[in-house]
DNA sequence: TATGAATGAGTATTCATTCAT
DNA sequence: TATGAATGAATACTCATTCAT
């Protein structure tokens, strides 16, 4: 890893007490950030599908952007240490809570059906990170372009959210 | 690996070339295997909501039943060697083509509304993907156990492709 | 520790779980071997003295034709892993008995005076094990020359446990 | 290293040429302190006994006083680099000629018996040396605390030197 | 055909040492 | 003089792969 970020082995760790502690760091920091634009997002008040739309496009803009950082959280998702894992899981979890507010807004106001905002929250959000593990592993082969993916998933996305099926 | 298929590791090399050789199989066979499901699906004639709904079963139904596989599958996805990449490239397109003409069918006859139905069909895939990826990942303390997963995700992607958005 | 043992890294990992298990393994057998010793010893009848003679050269011998091992054990003793710890305190407990029921043997005759068989057995024990030390690290131009040194330890552990100052 | 001395590591290197040189001064500098000890000791005139069991008793203090220094020297013991090597060695000697000096005295006026001086002095500081390596390595569950030990090993000291083996 | 002992490149981590400020 | 960021050799361990039996 060290190799991967161009510093000597030492340097790391002159800085990080372990592997697992660089991770914590890194992914601590996006999903800080990521939480902030949550709440920006629905304190500015735009529409419940421009807000939509805007969380696709943030959740695409990190894989087009920062490629190697997305490989990295993945693969660490599917392996996680012990201690890892439940800072993980506590993170996913606040960011499915703003989601979700976001979601209840939405049934306030009779644009959304859903008996459980949380869950469809979490549903959204693996749709997201499925959809951005397909475009990661494509390479440069991809059928679908990133921005074309942001686009097209929105798009499913909020019509799922907003019109119950029969 | 070995190990985990309870074969001596002579024996395994005995019928396979190398780590990528038995990816490809076993890949190759459940994505054959898939393919058919798929193909049996529509042709069967069930309604298009059944299709789906079977669609998103037969993916958890993967997961529950082949957790250590999946699992497998999905790092070995991540960090593929050139050759397997395309493989995984080519089986994926294959999978998604027979979606597409499920999806077809349902623009044909008005139940669903969309302009690219190979792309409607990576998404959809890519979301049951991403869902597994967060049940395979969340362990023990998972928010939605892997049942309730399928049933959400299949009323999502249904809603999702059924109701233009306004 | 392989290269050590000119078997490479892999041979190593394949017969032995970790470091510690190979410590405990070798120091197990030796711990064992000296046990055996002991108790023949005791068995066999030989006078206090001679028991307590051979007990020194005993100890010696593993120095002077095992040098690697006895280095090695030296060193894991001075900063061993928690599992491994408890370990070596088991054997050298038990190593003291044996020693202890020599001491009592001759407390019951009336050749050794001693108030706490245990406590002078580790401290017989220990003394061996220091004086190792010395030969051990001292390396070519050592004093004491091993034989040398076996024989003026043994006279001195006897004298020591035979007659208490005035 | 330099975080144990609470001093920064720039200014350890700015004193000190390499690690061996701070062992070199630190050996140093506790062997002087023992050796004016052991020649005070033989100047005061106390009686050969107290000579012995201050000796064991101001080898256990540095123990147990300053229990970090004493693992660290021993760890380097074991396997010190060629120019350590030598002092290390030098400064035993000087040590043990103090010690001999003392076993000299003992065998003019007759309390003690031996034909090798340095070679006996060398057994004790090997035994002293070797009980506090026990209680170093023992940790908590240790069978004989620190104090016990050193008045255990003086009698032991004592007895051995003044009582020939019948 | 089937086995598993042997191999060594790769990874996380430690620690003595250097050097620009 | 004092600092601590940067370095890389060394160590414990993993894992895909080879090969003699």
Chains 1, 2, 3, 4 share one sequence.
């Not at 007490?17 to 914590?24: D, G, N, V, Y």
């Not at 709440?39 to 087009?64: C, T, V």
């Not at 599917?78 to 049934?107: F, Y």
Request: contains cysteine; hydrophobic residues 45%.
């Amino acid at each position: 890893m060290a190799r991967a970020a161009r510093v000597s082995i030492g340097t790391v760790y002159h800085y990080f007490r372990s592997k697992e502690a660089i991770l914590e760091r890194i992914l601590g920091e996006e999903m800080a950030r990521r939480r902030g634009f949550l709440e920006d997002l629905r304190r500015h008040g735009a529409s419940l599908e421009a807000q939509i739309r805007a969380i696709a496009e943030d959740h695409f803009a990190l894989i087009r952007e920062r490629k190697h950082l997305a490989r990295l959280l993945l693969r660490e998702w599917l392996d996680p240490t012990p201690g890892l894992r439940v800072n993980l899981q506590k993170i996913h979890d606040e960011i499915a809570e703003c989601l979700a507010q976001i979601i209840r807004d939405g049934i306030a106001v009779g644009q959304i059906q859903s008996r459980d905002p949380v869950l469809v929250a979490h549903a959204m959000l693996g749709a997201m990170e499925a959809v951005s593990l397909r475009v990661l592993a494509a390479g440069k082969g991809a059928l679908c372009p990133v921005d074309k993916a942001a686009e097209e998933l929105s798009t499913f996305l909020w019509t799922g959210l907003c019109q119950p099926s029969s």
